[in-house]
Every structure is written in structure tokens, then in C-alpha cells.
């Protein structure tokens, strides 16, 4: 299924959310980050974007835009939360599956979840069972 370019971006929020539940982005954790797009995200795109990027690309540079911005975590959460309800057919199974596993590698930079990113990652797999349900 083709996404939009905002879909990339936003899932950029997401990851973001999680990477800085704890107060600070660990380098490791945009490395596990920078691995999961070369591995899923870059794989998952085949379209060509504004300025000729592709998803992978764009989750990357919103990531590290939100970073340098010094935006909150929880409201890059809220933010993900409000595209994801507006764009529900944009999250199928495979998709909800390559988020979930995706925010488990950036917290587990070095084998361990802390107690925040498990719990933002339990919200997160909630929210996203409950898309299109009514």
C-alpha cells in the first residue's frame, strides 16, 4: 500500500517518542534507529517523496529535527496518535507489526527496556490495536 510522505514523518514522532521517553536520545538508540530503516522502512517505500527521498530518509531527518528542536517526548507521541486516528487505513497488520518491532530496537539500545519505553511501548501497542476498531 502506498503512504504518503506524512505518514514517514510521523512515524518519525513515534520513534522519536520512544528514543526520548527517558529525557535523552542515547546515540545507540539512532543507531538501532538508522539500522531498522535500512532493514524495514527504506523497503517498505518504493515512492519517491518531495525532493526525491524516500520514507526512510524522511523518518531520519524529522527524527533528528525533532532532536535538535529539543521536542517532548510525550507530545511527539500525541502528535503520532492524532495522524495515525485520521489515517487508520494507512496501519495494516504488517505495518503495525514493523512499528511495534521497530520501537522495541530503539529502547533496547544496550538489552534492556527501561521502565518508561516499556510503558510507552505497551501505550503504543494498544493504540494501534484499537485503529479501526469502533
Not at 517523496?49 to 531520519?60: K, L, M, P, V
Not at 521536542?71 to 505495518?95: P, R
Request: proline content about 1%; charged content about 30%; hydrophobic content about 35%.
Amino acid at each position: 500500500m502506498h503512504k504518503p510522505e506524512e505518514f514517514y514523518n510521523k512515524l518519525a514522532y513515534l520513534f522519536f517518542s520512544v528514543a526520548g521517553v527517558d529525557g535523552k536520545v542515547d546515540k545507540m538508540e539512532l543507531e538501532h534507529l538508522h539500522n531498522e530503516i535500512q532493514l524495514i522502512w527504506k523497503e517498505t517505500d518504493t515512492d519517491s517523496h518531495d525532493f526525491g527521498t524516500s520514507g526512510g530518509i524522511e523518518i531520519e531527518a524529522v527524527f533528528e529535527w525533532l532532536e535538535e528542536e529539543g521536542y517532548d517526548s510525550n507530545d511527539a507521541f500525541q502528535e503520532f496518535k492524532i495522524y495515525a486516528i485520521a489515517n487508520s487505513n494507512q496501519f495494516d497488520a504488517k505495518t503495525k507489526n514493523n512499528i511495534v518491532h521497530t520501537c522495541n530496537e530503539i529502547a533496547d539500545r544496550y538489552h534492556k527496556i527501561n521502565k518508561k519505553e516499556k510503558e510507552l511501548i505497551g501505550e503504543v501497542k494498544k493504540f494501534l490495536n484499537s485503529l479501526g476498531q469502533k
